[in-house]
């Protein structure tokens, strides 16, 4: 008999980590302060109608993720009264059964077992199951006072001891709401043939309504319509990203392995503060990252290894180990440009503990690669001989001054004295097939990872580096506002002549990766959607890279696998 466990999602609040929070580098403006409204009518009016007695409800979808050899995490949202809507408050105790086949029909049962979901934790419910066998595929569903939900897919990973032969995963990031539909994740779920996706942060975007990056358009507004602040306010922010078709659909088909980045709290959060947050204005910081993290956790497949952050490690086989890194929770606060030390060997991005846990588990590794998810890029990233005009929208994507640009300071360029750390220690210690999986700067990049970018290609490249573009967040052509291509033209073989690790670096387009995996090479297949405005975008395959077993280098490949 198989063997199962079942968890309910907690409603305890997350303490923030970090030193005291700091007044905020720019806002000025006093926003949203009184986000005490009522929040149930602005999500409501985009549910489906419902009558007083109906029967309790999946609006939300179904979701799996963090794929064990014998198990997997699964989770929903059940809405038990019309007014029990995220956020409310609202709403009785339900008992919802969970049920997980070997088949879409249901007929071969291995576990089922049941949890409560309560106003406590948004009504949203986790069943951590395990007793599965590994590498294999199984369908579940939940059920809630005679209504069941929609099935679903997922798939647990190989047993750890296992030769794999090949791994393939679904790769996103940056997906801003107000800005367009989301058909990458609908394209990702047609394919079918993922074993599970990443996504590498921005799930959602915290700002008000046509605050960020809509080309002056707000293509559907999302709810509510302020800035987020409060536990109640990232419930129905999150509760309205859950209603997306496309999002429902590839949660549907596969397990997801998320990390959050920034926009999951508030915009260049760091452990103190944010760019995005004024204290007191705005209620203290340690608070909003409180009840960010808090919904965060309720409404995500996501198993922590430890409470209040999204580092943690999986493994698939002999093939790969995946190291997901958190880089908001413990870092120092961003230096300006020109103001600051970026090379402060006290500044952290990772926080010591996690930059330990890092090396340890890169050495430790027998598998034949090393995947990091990273949710800002490493790889360093000069401006070199961009003209003004280029240079004034890549400032703004990057929430950087304009005038004197040398860097982002909120990736790791900011903190090179622990990039050096890393990469001497994967040199030292001989540590081959590091690849590092990267979103958040909203454009693509393949790029070596260079134990000295000014003297590369002579000195030698650590890791490669695998960026993928937005779901639909702004890219720079965005910004500027012409057409898809126009800047890419301009900027990307500026950016390579001042970059030479840099092998392809795309500036315009939406899309997602595709990563496969054999033991002879990791290749990322980059695809591009028509448009982000659309909900019917088609998808074309751009471009793609690989780096051989061994070579620690990108190399261009004529063909999608």
């Not at 290609?457 to 650590?462: G, I, Q, T, V």
């Amino acid at each position: 008999m198989s063997r199962y466990r079942s968890t309910e999602s907690s409603g305890a609040p997350l303490e923030g980590t970090g030193p005291a929070p700091l007044a905020p580098r720019r806002r000025t403006v006093v926003k949203a302060a009184a986000a005490t409204v009522v929040l149930a009518g602005p999500l409501a009016a985009a549910l489906p109608a419902r009558a007083a007695d109906e029967a309790p409800a999946f609006l939300h979808g179904v979701a799996s993720g963090d794929p064990l050899p014998d198990g997997v995490l699964l989770w929903t949202r059940v809405t038990p009264t019309a007014a029990a809507t995220p956020g409310s408050g609202l709403g009785p105790d339900t008992v919802v059964e969970w049920t997980v086949a070997r088949d879409r029909a249901f007929t071969s049962v291995v576990a089922k077992g049941s949890v409560t979901a309560t106003a406590a934790a948004d009504h949203t419910v986790k069943a951590d199951v395990r007793g599965l066998a590994p590498a294999t595929d199984y369908w579940f569903r939940f059920s809630a006072g005679g209504t069941d939900s929609p099935a679903a897919r997922t798939r647990t990973a190989p047993a750890a001891d296992a030769a794999v032969a090949g791994l393939r995963f679904g790769v996103v990031s940056c997906a801003n709401w107000e800005a367009g539909y989301f058909s990458p994740y609908r394209h990702l779920a047609a394919r079918g043939d993922l074993d599970a996706w990443l996504h590498l942060g921005d799930y959602i975007y915290e700002y008000g309504s046509g605050e960020y990056g809509t080309r002056g358009t707000v293509v559907r507004p999302h709810a509510p319509a302020h800035e987020i602040l409060t536990l109640a306010d990232y419930r129905v922010r999150h509760g309205r990203y859950k209603t997306d078709p496309d999002l429902q659909a590839l949660h549907a088909k596969a397990p997801v392995v998320a990390i959050w980045d920034d926009h999951e709290i508030a915009n260049d959060a760091w452990s103190g503060g944010a760019e995005n947050h004024t204290e007191g204005a705005e209620g203290p910081y340690v608070s909003r990252q409180a009840a960010a993290k808090q919904a965060y956790f309720e409404w995500m497949p996501v198993r922590p290894a430890l409470a209040g952050t999204t580092y943690r490690r999986l493994r698939f086989g002999k093939l790969a180990d995946l190291s997901l890194l958190d880089l908001r929770s413990f870092r120092s606060r961003q230096v300006s440009v020109g103001d600051g030390d970026v090379d402060d060997p006290d500044r952290t991005l990772t926080g010591r503990a996690q930059l330990d846990w890092l090396k340890a588990g890169l050495s430790a590794s027998d598998t034949t690669w090393r995947l990091v998810g990273n949710s800002v890029m490493i790889s360093p990233f000069a401006v070199g001989s961009l003209t003004a005009e280029l240079l004034k929208p890549l400032a703004e994507l990057l929430g950087l001054p304009g005038e004197g640009l040398a860097l982002n300071t909120d990736q790791w360029d900011g903190y090179t004295d622990e990039r050096r750390e890393l990469l001497a220690h994967l040199r030292s210690n001989a540590i081959r097939n590091t690849v590092f999986l990267t979103g958040d700067i909203h454009m693509a990049w393949a790029n070596d990872v260079p134990v000295n970018a000014g003297t590369y290609p002579l000195s030698a490249s650590a890791a490669t580096e695998f960026v993928v573009t937005s779901v639909t967040s702004d890219n720079l052509d965005d910004i500027v506002k012409v057409p898809e291509g126009s800047v890419s033209a301009l900027a990307a073989p500026l950016i390579r002549a001042a970059n030479r690790h840099v092998h392809w670096v795309d500036t315009d387009r939406h899309g997602y990766g595709v990563l496969d995996l054999t033991a002879a090479r990791a290749q990322m297949d980059f695809y591009v959607v028509s448009s982000r405005t659309t909900p019917d975008a088609t998808s074309a395959w751009a471009r793609s890279y690989r780096t051989r077993s061994g070579t620690q280098k990108v190399e261009r490949t004529y063909d999608p696998v």
